[in-house]
């Protein structure tokens, strides 16, 4: 049966107030609230946030999620609530808004979210979602399959060492390339940053620091790259190699390989796929 959706645009306070305490009543519905409104938490510390337009979402199991029209991360939230409840309020100026009161019993922790104007208000019910996330591999995993496959990386490169030991800490891979070049490659599975770059140069400096009169190569390796880690990057003369995580998993590390391989990070992610993903 597919989900039953509700909704109203630019509700007046008095309807979206009764729209909220309806789909709440109930705790089945996911909540979906485009408003202006200013947020105030108390807890293990304490916050304000000013009148501004966000997005409001109230999840079946009583989580909240406040977020600015930009950036993944809410700025405030409540993983649960023990209650939620929704009424109105008159403000000093006489303005009436829409307060959605969340609480949360241990520790003790208390969302107050007060909408002034609603532009949309969503509510579904019956959605459904039982499927098991994967992740396909994790960082080490990266490591050693590009350690038995450096063409993965650049034609003609080999690898002379994985977590080669240097000052700042550990070199993910070190190899030579096809013109005899020192290489320095850096690995991370998510998208490189800023800092992943400068960990790199760090390794780089401290590899001609020791080797003066070799050729050094830095390579970052991840699925992609952010603009500034790119231009710092370009600016320090080092390289960015793109991988695909999921393509890399399916072609060596396939339920029919994990069978007969014997590396040790293979029996780390069978152990891992035991426990359940996280």
């Known amino acids: 049966m597919p989900p039953i959706v509700d909704f109203h645009l630019q509700p007046q306070l008095e309807e979206l107030a009764k729209f909220l305490r309806q789909h709440l009543s109930v705790r089945r519905a996911l909540l979906i609230i485009l408003?202006?409104?200013s947020v105030e938490y108390e807890g293990r510390s304490a916050s304000h946030l000013g009148e501004g337009d966000r997005l409001i979402i109230i999840k079946p199991d009583g989580a909240v999620l406040v977020h600015r029209p930009w950036g993944y991360s809410p700025v405030n939230w409540q993983p649960d609530s023990k209650v939620l409840?929704?009424?109105m309020e008159t403000k000093h100026n006489s303005e009436k808004v829409v307060v959605i009161k969340s609480v949360r019993a241990r520790p003790r922790?208390?969302?107050l979210i007060r909408i002034s104007k609603a532009y949309?208000?969503?509510a579904a019910q019956g959605l459904e979602d039982s499927a098991e996330f994967v992740e396909?591999?994790?960082?080490?995993q990266i490591r050693d399959i590009l350690a038995s496959h450096p063409e993965e990386i650049e034609p003609g490169l080999r690898i002379v060492r994985v977590e080669k030991p240097i000052e700042p800490g550990f070199i993910d891979l070190y190899g030579i390339d096809s013109q005899g070049n020192n290489v320095i490659i850096e690995i991370k599975r998510v998208t490189a940053n800023v800092s992943a770059v400068k960990q790199l140069k760090e390794y780089v400096?401290?590899?001609?620091?020791?080797?003066p009169h070799t050729r050094v190569r830095g390579i970052l390796v991840a699925p992609s790259i952010s603009k500034e880690a790119l231009l710092l990057l370009n600016k320090y003369g080092l390289e960015?190699?793109?991988?695909?995580?999921?393509k890399l998993y399916r072609k060596y590390f396939s339920l029919e390989k994990r069978s007969t391989q014997?590396?040790?990070?293979?029996?780390?992610?069978?152990?891992k796929a035991a426990l359940g993903s996280r």
Do not use: P
């Open 240 to 246: 960015f190699k793109q991988i695909n995580i999921e």
């Open 120 to 122: 949309l208000v969503a």
């Open 35 to 37: 408003a202006n409104c």
């Open 262 to 271: 014997k590396h040790a990070s293979i029996l780390d992610f069978i152990e």
């Open 136 to 140: 396909y591999l994790d960082e080490r």
């Open 205 to 211: 400096d401290a590899f001609k620091a020791k080797n």
């Open 85 to 87: 409840e929704v009424f």
């Open 109 to 111: 922790e208390v969302l």
